[in-house]
């Protein structure tokens, strides 16, 4: 079948947009492709609230079935519950039907491996391989194997985050806790697991019946979260995304904060509890981790932007506590090795259990940070010779160029990247405060522009 060039092949899976590219056939060719790329075995299989999520589910598992799969269906779960339950059951992979933070109108497949992390660069570019060679072969009635349902899955997750942070000490604070569970997964779990760290919680968007709000939790997609905040006095706010692996955080005083400081405060409570490090953040996170593990005197490693490249530089290097802060995605391999909003909660909660004073007191005792960004739509290879073009130019700077183009200035941090889960290229400039960083991001959208309209 023809390919459409709306879909997005990525170690990040395959997305795109239901109906233009993404289709129920495209979803059982891949599904069949995985289930043979996985050598059979069992495979565990759950999503988001999308709409779209059944329909794809039921293609996805015809796909893996005639491949000679064991499905095992969890229903509708966070991400990281999915990752997790692969390691615990000791299944071959899993898939996650979810486009995560992207728009209604988006869907994707997400590919596990057998580790429980996301197939890296190269596994991903085998299994889009053996996709491509066409029709697959079916197995006989012989070789059918049933589908399985496991309930619980959440609850094993949740019990493991628990055993990893000092859920008596949280429980004793009586924390007021507000959730954004962005009509996604955390409509279903996110109250009850704050509940149960014994907090008050005040929750809005718990419906599953269609997004209410953009689902990105950005600060400025949380506006009904930070007022909730003020008016029921809450110590903390959480903002999540529909498949529970970006967080968000909002201080008592109702401020959202940019999601770099999720994994900032992750981080700071790891190490304060003894961790010796390494800590590793993707490339496009703030300079504020530089600040937290100087102080910690513990070395900070960066690594390509993806999930499963944090992970991976992260088991590489023995590191325990790392993350992607541009989504606010908080890695912790005691739980397991990917993103987890839920693992994330649990920390911050740790964090503020352990102070004496509020959550803005302690952001106030950070240096200051001001990150801002703009996107472009441009296909993949003008971006290439902007990124070339912009990589000369800034050369006495020594950038960084192993995924994208980061260079420091006096005036503050540029970086420049190429989406590898949208066909868009970033900017995002840091600096101590916005004045500089709106100059910073406005001079080089400047020379962005005139690099692409010079092409």
């Avoid at 790329?37 to 999503?47: K, L």
């Avoid at 991903?124 to 006989?140: I, K, M, T, V």
């Avoid at 019990?159 to 009509?183: G, H, Q, Y």
């Avoid at 941090?413 to 406005?442: F, G, H, K, Y």
Wanted: aromatic share 8%; hydrophobic share 40%; with cysteine.
């Amino acid at each position: 079948m023809g390919r459409v060039n709306t879909l997005k092949f990525s170690e990040s899976g395959v997305r795109g947009i239901v109906g233009e590219g993404l289709t129920p056939r495209l979803v059982t060719e891949l599904g069949a492709a995985f289930g043979f790329y996985q050598g059979g075995g069992r495979i565990v299989v759950g999503r988001d609230t999308r709409a779209t999520g059944a329909m794809f589910e039921d293609a996805l598992v015809a796909g893996l079935l005639s491949a000679g799969c064991q499905v095992v269906k969890l229903g509708v779960v966070p991400t990281p519950t999915i990752q997790f339950t692969v390691t615990r059951t000791g299944a071959s992979g899993a898939v996650a039907i979810t486009a995560s933070h992207n728009p209604a109108q988006w869907n994707a497949l997400k590919f596990i491996g057998s580790r429980g992390t996301f197939l890296d660069r190269g596994e991903a570019s085998e299994l889009f391989d053996l996709y491509s060679q066409g029709s697959l072969p079916c197995r006989g009635e012989k070789d059918f194997r049933e589908v399985r349902f496991m309930e619980g899955a959440f609850k094993e997750h949740m019990a493991r985050i628990f055993s990893v942070v000092d859920a008596e000490l949280i429980r004793a604070r009586r924390f007021r806790v507000a959730v954004d569970c962005a009509n996604g997964v955390g409509a279903l779990c996110s109250a009850g697991f704050l509940e149960k760290l014994g907090c008050e919680v005040f929750a809005v968007n718990t419906g599953i019946d269609g997004f209410r709000r953009p689902p990105e939790p950005l600060p400025e997609n949380l506006g009904e979260l930070a007022e909730l905040v003020k008016r029921e006095h809450c110590d903390v706010g959480f903002g999540q995304d529909p498949d529970g692996d970006r967080l968000t955080v909002v201080t008592d005083r109702g401020e959202a904060l940019n999601p770099h400081y999720t994994v900032a405060l992750a981080v700071e409570q790891v190490l304060e509890g003894g961790d010796p490090g390494p800590v590793v953040v993707n490339m496009q996170t703030s300079r504020l981790l530089e600040y937290i593990c100087g102080s910690f005197d513990c070395k900070l490693l960066s690594s390509k932007v993806g999930e499963i490249n944090v992970v991976e530089k992260m088991i590489e290097n023995d590191s325990e506590i790392g993350g992607e802060g541009n989504c606010g995605g908080v890695i912790y391999r005691r739980v397991h090795p990917g993103r987890d909003s839920f693992t994330g909660m649990a920390l911050i909660l740790e964090r503020l259990a352990m102070s004496d004073g509020p959550l803005s007191e302690i952001i106030d005792g950070y240096p200051p940070m001001c990150n801002l960004s703009a996107r472009f739509t441009v296909p993949p290879i003008p971006a290439r010779e902007v990124l070339a073009s912009l990589s000369r130019k800034y050369e006495k700077y020594h950038p960084l160029t192993f995924d994208g183009l980061r260079f420091d200035l006096e005036e503050g941090r540029i970086l420049v990247r190429s989406s590898n889960t949208e066909p868009i290229m970033r900017l995002n400039v840091e600096a101590d405060d916005r004045p500089t960083a709106e100059a910073l991001l406005n001079r080089f959208t400047e020379e962005i522009e005139q690099e692409l309209a010079s092409l």
